[in-house]
T-cell receptor
Framework: ETGVTQTPRHLVMGMTNKKSLKCEQH?????MYWYKQSAKKPLELMFV???????ENNSVPSRFSPECPNSSHLFLHLHTLQPEDSALYLC????????????FGPGTRLTVT | TQLLEQSPQFLSIQEGENLTVYCNSS?????LQWYRQEPGEGPVLLVT?????EVKKLKRLTFQFGDARKDSSLHITAAQPGDTGLYLC????????FGKGTRLHILP
């Protein structure tokens, strides 16, 4: 595997479910990011991790819970989501937080029913 | 609140034509990036511009950063179907913010 991978690619969940999104980067980067991409809004930065430490949390509801066990893996744990949370969730990584090129994964298309 | 406005939102043109899309803001950025996103994929970085007035070329794509570092344009010469995609600009200062994008469709 190369670059940034995300699983699953598609997810349908009910509002009472608990699920997790997984991201893995094979680039040796130290920073990882979660973004939300909705149909009618700009790409929104949700969380930033640098060397497994959360360095940015942009007023994201607590029903989204990130986890970064090491610099190669990033998770987004989901619980009691709302239909308006349906979106494409993109993971990205960069060598250092906030600097240089970000490499994006293909995203997880989430639908909340 | 910093905003990046991209125009047009949608553009559909014939193969071989030229086009320009725009990214405008009232805020100053230390740098600005352009990404292209194809269906089912994440955005891919095309270019980063840093200096006011800077022009960068990537084959048939020409990127310009405004003198005041508040706006940018992307010009495509002789568009091809492979240029189809969502073009996003992103301004960087202490944070990164994205525009909504221009969805470009090149008709063969």
């Amino acid at each position: 595997e190369t670059g940034v991978t995300q699983t699953p690619r598609h997810l349908v969940m009910g509002m009472t479910n608990k699920k997790s999104l997984k991201c893995e980067q094979h680039l040796g980067h130290n920073a990882m990011y979660w973004y939300k991409q909705s149909a009618k809004k700009p790409l929104e930065l949700m969380f930033v991790y640098s060397l497994e430490e959360r360095v940015e949390n942009n007023s994201v509801p607590s029903r989204f819970s990130p986890e970064c066990p090491n610099s190669s893996h990033l998770f987004l744990h989901l619980h009691t989501l709302q239909p308006e949370d349906s979106a494409l969730y993109l993971c990205a990584s960069s060598l250092l937080a906030g600097v240089g090129e970000q490499y994006f994964g293909p995203g997880t298309r989430l639908t909340v029913t | 609140t910093q905003l990046l406005e991209q125009s047009p939102q949608f553009l559909s043109i014939q193969e071989g034509e030229n086009l320009t899309v725009y990214c405008n803001s009232s805020s100053v950025f230390s740098s600005l990036q352009w990404y292209r996103q194809e269906p089912g994929e994440g955005p891919v970085l095309l270019v980063t511009v840093v200096t006011g007035g800077e022009v960068k070329k990537l084959k048939r794509l020409t990127f310009q950063f405004g003198d005041a570092r508040k706006d940018s344009s992307l010009h495509i010469t002789a568009a091809q179907p492979g240029d189809t995609g969502l073009y996003l600009c992103a301004g960087r200062d202490d944070k990164i913010i994205f525009g909504k994008g221009t969805r470009l469709h090149i008709l063969p």
